[in-house]
Structures are given as C-alpha cells and as structure tokens.
C-alpha cells in the first residue's frame, strides 16, 4: 500500500514536475487517500500536498507543476494505515527545519515510542503518522554531525518495522537516499543522466527499461544517472547488483483507449492466458513431484488469490490424490502452529508477491518446519519468490486496476497445468484423455474471446435490471463455489453492493431465510456432477421470490427454463471443460462488476479504501 516515486537528473530536457506527476499517477492504483510532491530547488523545499484522488486535487493544486531549473523530486500516493486521510498525514513529511523530506510506504511499528522520545527533546510533529518520525531522527543525527547517507542508516535502525522510503535533504540537492525492508523499491536508470525510485516498475517504463530490484536491508544513494547499494546487514557495505532488463509492453501499463484499467485487463484475459500457457514442463513437473513426495499439503493465499486457490485445489487433487488444506494466509500460523510438520509443502498465491501476510505465512513455516514453498506470481523478482523454493510466473502482465481479474485466471491456470501434469506422472487418466484435457485449456482463451465479443450487451442489461438492489446471492455448488466467491468478491470490491458468495447447498441453512420477492440470486452453473442438485437448489430459491440468474453453458436447457435471465458461456458441456469453467465462467462475473459500478457511478478501477498491494497486517 502507499507508492513511492522519485527522480533525480541532470537531463536539462526533462520536465521533472511532470515526470515525477506522471510517475506517481501510475502508481495511484496502491493508495489514493492523498498525494504529495516534493521538489528540491535553490536549497529549498517545496511541498504541494492534499487529501483525496490525484485528479481531484489536481483541479485546486498543480501538483507537475515546480520551480524552474528542479532536478530532484519525490512523490508519494498514500493509503491511511496511521492517521486519518487528511492533508496534514499526508506525505512528504519534513523534518523541524523543513530541510529533509521523506516519503514512505510501510509501517514503522514503534513510531509512538520514537515520537516521545523526540517529542521530549523538542521535535514537533505536524501529523499522525509513523512517517514523520523519520525525518525528525534524520535531523536529529545530522545535527550530531553525520552526513545524509549515515543519518539515515542511523535513523533505520531505530526504527522497528516495514518500509521503502525515499529521503532528500536540501545541502545535499543532486542526492536522493533510498532504503528497502519489506515493502518494494525499485531503483529505474538511464545511465549517466537520470535515476528513478519507484514503487514499481510500470511507474517509470516509459523512461527506462533499465533497473536494479532492491532486497530487505538495502540502501541506496540515487545521483544523476549513477547509483551505489549498500548492505545494511552487513557494515553498510558497498555491493554490486544486477541491472536488469524489463521486456514488457509499455503498453501493457497503459489503458490503450479503454475507459478504464479493469476492463481493458478483463479483455486482455486471453492473451495473458495464452502466455501462461507456455510455463515449462520442466517447471510444472518440479511443482508436481514436490507434490507428489509431500506429506502433508497446504495452499494459502489472500483475497482473489485465495479464490483461485480455492479453484485450483480443487482440480489439482482430482488428480493427486491427496489431500489439499486451504488456510487464508493471515490465519496460517494461527492455525498450524502446533500441527505443521517436516515435509510438507506449501503452494502460496500472490499475484503482486508483496502481500505482507502471504510472505508471513511462509516465512514462518520456513523457520518452523523443513517445508517446501510453491509460488504462483505475478511479478518477476517480487519479495515473496525470495522465501520460495520454486516460482511459477504468471504472464499476465501488469494489472493496474486494483481488483484482480486477468491475473486470477492465469493463475487457476497455473494450477490446472500443476493438475494436469501430476495426472500425467501419476498415470491414473488415459493419454487420450491428457490431451482432451490439455485441449480444453488451450481453447479458454477462445471461449473467452467469443464470450466478450457477444455479451457485453446482456451484461448492461442485466446491471439495469438489477440496478437497486442492494443484496446480492451469488450460488453454487462443488468447484464453482469458487467462482461463485471471487465473483461476489468483484461486484462487492467494486460496485459496493453486499454480496453472499456461498454454497448452494449451505445456503437452505440460513440464508435462504433472506429470500422475499425479487431478492437477485446468481446461480454458477456448469454442467459438472453437481449440476442435478444445483437445479433442486435454484427451484428452492425460485419458489420463494429469488429473481434467478443463471451462468450456464450455451446447451443448457434445465437450469435456463428455470432462470429469469441467462449468461451463456460459449464451451462445451463435457468433464474436460467443465474442470476448468472457473476461468472461463469468470469474465462474465468480472464483466458484471465494471458495469454495475459504472451504473452506480463508481470509478472501478478506484474501489473505496482498498489498495493493490496490501503491505500491512
Ligand atoms: O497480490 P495478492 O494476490 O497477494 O493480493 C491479494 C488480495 O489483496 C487481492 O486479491 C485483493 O483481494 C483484490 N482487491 C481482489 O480484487
């Protein structure tokens, strides 16, 4: 949560208030309670900050616009962790003689002890938040002689937490000091002229392809065009990173003529699935014999990730008979503590790799047990490959729009072809039946592509029908429970509405009790073993009011005579498809959301209090 960006240049061609205005914008997706900039000019700071979305704010203050001749900025998009999202808790934050500014994203857990203890030598403080406690140490430490670089190496180790912070200070105006431990940084360059620090990469991709990814405990002093790491475990010492190439489309970080990011990635889910096609074999037969050796299995995850974990657990263990545990990530020491045991294996989700409970989960069964960890991401080098013995990843190249759509089906993807090739080890499906059901994966992206062309429509008409209600059933039965789950999760995420994502036989258990005339119930329907007894289920809901809706495959007859109204995904009625209808009946319910929160005017791509990348506990 919260992104960070920075530049530091000597490229008189550069408009830096724009840059570092543009920068952040690309980064709004992992916070957008304020926005700040700071620019570093004649031995000044200057700060323009507010509450509230860039766009808003840019209206009454413009924030790309800074003092002639600035060379060095740094920019910051909060989501409120501590302190409410005000302008006053927004970053940068400064020091008491407004000569150090810093931005960061993370936590500093002991900041109220800090503050005390400078608040009774005299500091005073502007806001509530964990931040401003380290300019104020920086100060503290500069003024007892250190220069910038060993202030703030100084002023680190009293802080006890998360962060990624950037740090500028007006004696020292062509540097920028930057420092990582469990939030992500990344340091853009362009050799000899400008370096960047960003949150991300997408943030600075249309400047530079060049970057160095920073670990935990690193430090970094960014100058124009030039950067030196430093080892904050090991005496700060000097050391040499890898620059590494980024391959990716600019493209792929841009809306390119779509309204908004979620859609634009809802129609890009083909592509991405296509690309995730192309795992190795080599990679998913190591996925599928550390399955395979283990004794006990656990897969964890959080949000959409969980969903998908969900899915996939569902159709590796059809074939690897074996028993999958599904812990939510946040809950996972809770509930092994005790009970985790040498060789087991641990499949963790996360398609940003940063969220701060997965890595927990895993960090801790690593030091607690001799444990393998499968990784599904999406980022190349994010913080959670660091703790896993093998990482698949995902291809579905960056998603910006905060709720998670074409990263979740490639990584049911990635599941079903772990499924596939543990059938194919194990030997317990025929070769024919591999290849029909390696056919069936092939052609989700087709399935997918023929539903988008034809339904957009139908979708928009079922959001007008729908349009005031306010509580919503989402219903299934076996795999689909899942999609029934992340389908709620969408239309909840994005257009706020109050959705029940539940099983439909549970359901009869109570929550059925909510049914009057008219109460929208939609019912996930693949024509799977589950399929007879889901058509009970729909006709209890229909003989008490329930306004069905129903996602069926084209030949459905059954479940559609009993529906108000019918999504139908173009694929086949057979096992092969059917074990994989969690990807294909998912654009439906992800179309569905981006709709229903256009109708109710909400911008989908900026669900209220969320962020992308969840970094705090
Ligand atoms: O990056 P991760 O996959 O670890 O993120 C997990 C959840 O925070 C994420 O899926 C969240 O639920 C999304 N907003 C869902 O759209």
């Not at 599928?288 to 959409?304: C, E, M, P, V």
């Not at 959670?384 to 998603?399: F, K, L, M, Q, W």
């Given at each position: 949560m919260c992104g960070i960006f920075g530049i530091v240049t000597n490229n008189q061609e550069i408009s830096v208030g724009k840059v570092v205005f543009d920068g952040i914008k690309r980064l709004e997706y992992r916070g957008y309670d304020s926005c700040g900039i700071v620019s570093l000019c004649n031995s000044k700071l200057y700060v323009k900050k507010e509450a509230g979305k860039i766009d808003e704010i840019y209206k009454n203050v413009k924030l790309d616009e800074v003092p002639d001749g600035t060379k060095l900025a740094l920019a910051h998009t909060r989501w409120a962790t501590h302190g409410t999202p005000t302008k006053q808790n927004s970053h940068p934050h400064l020091d008491c003689l407004n000569k150090i500014a810093v931005v960061h994203n993370g936590i500093i857990d002991n900041f109220m002890e800090l503050r005390n203890e400078l608040s009774s030598t005299g500091h005073t403080f502007n806001s509530d938040t964990d931040t401003e406690v380290i300019p104020h140490l920086i100060e503290d430490f500069m003024k007892k002689g250190f220069n910038l670089k060993v202030a703030t190496i100084n002023a680190l180790k009293k802080c006890k937490g998360a962060y990624a912070i950037a740090v500028c200070q007006v004696d020292n105006p062509d540097t920028i000091i930057v420092a990582r431990k469990e939030s992500p940084l990344i340091i853009g360059i362009e050799e000899g002229k400008t370096t960047y620090c960003s949150s991300d990469i997408p943030a600075f991709l249309p400047l530079t392809r060049k970057c160095y990814i920073m670990e935990d405990n690193e430090l970094a002093v960014l100058k124009a065009g030039e950067v030196n790491f430093f080892d904050l475990k090991n005496d700060n010492e000097l050391i040499k990173k890898k620059i590494q190439n980024i391959e990716w489309n600019i493209d792929a970080a841009e809306k390119g003529g779509y309204e908004h990011f979620m859609l634009k990635e809802i129609y890009e889910e083909p592509n991405a699935l296509r690309l995730t096609m192309k795992i190795s074999e080599q990679l998913l037969s190591k996925f599928?014999?550390?399955?395979?050796?283990?004794?006990?299995?656990?897969?964890?995850?959080?949000?959409?990730s969980y969903h998908a974990a969900l899915a996939g657990k569902f159709i590796i263990t059809r074939f690897l008979g074996k028993h999958i545990q599904d812990i939510e990530c946040s809950e996972f020491e809770t509930q092994l503590k005790g009970s985790l045991q040498n060789n087991s294996v641990i499949i963790a989700i996360s398609q940003s790799g940063e969220t701060i409970d997965t890595i927990e989960a895993i960090r801790w069964?690593?030091?607690?047990?001799?444990?393998?960890?499968?990784?599904?991401?999406?980022?190349?080098?994010?913080?959670?490959?660091?703790?896993?013995?093998?990482?698949?990843?995902?291809?579905?190249?960056?998603?910006?729009?905060v709720a998670a759509t074409k990263t979740y089906s490639t990584q049911v993807l990635a599941l079903a072809l772990i499924a596939v090739s543990i059938a194919k080890i194990r030997k317990i499906i025929s070769d024919e039946d591999i290849i029909k059901y390696y056919d069936a994966l092939t052609g989700i992206p087709n399935i997918i592509d023929k539903f988008l062309e034809k339904n957009v429509d139908l979708i928009k008409y079922i959001v007008n029908n729908l349009e005031k209600n306010m509580n919503y059933f989402f219903l299934a039965r076996g795999i689909s429970i899942a999609t029934a789950k992340e389908g709620g999760l969408k239309l909840k995420e994005v257009a706020c509405r109050f959705i029940e994502g539940y099983s439909a036989a549970s359901a009869k258990h109570g929550p059925i009790s909510l049914v009057r005339e008219g109460f929208p119930i939609i019912f996930i329907a693949p024509p799977d073993e589950t399929y007879n007894r889901l058509v009970g289920n729909v006709m209890e809901f229909k003989s008490r009011g329930g306004r069905i809706i129903s996602v069926v495959v084209e030949s459905d007859v059954k479940i559609t005579k009993l529906s108000d109204i019918t999504i139908r995904i173009p694929q086949p009625a057979d096992k092969y498809h059917n074990l994989f209808s969690p990807i294909t009946f998912m654009p439906a319910l992800q179309l569905l959301a981006y709709y229903a929160a256009l109708a109710h005017d909400l911008d989908p791509d900026k669900p209220l209090n969320l962020s992308k990348t969840v970094t705090v506990h």
């Open positions: 599928a014999n550390a399955l395979l050796s283990a004794d006990n299995i656990y897969i964890t995850a959080a949000g959409t069964a690593k030091k607690a047990k001799s444990v393998k960890i499968l990784t599904i991401t999406n980022v190349v080098g994010s913080s959670i490959t660091r703790y896993s013995d093998h990482v698949i990843v995902t291809n579905a190249g960056p998603e910006i729009g």
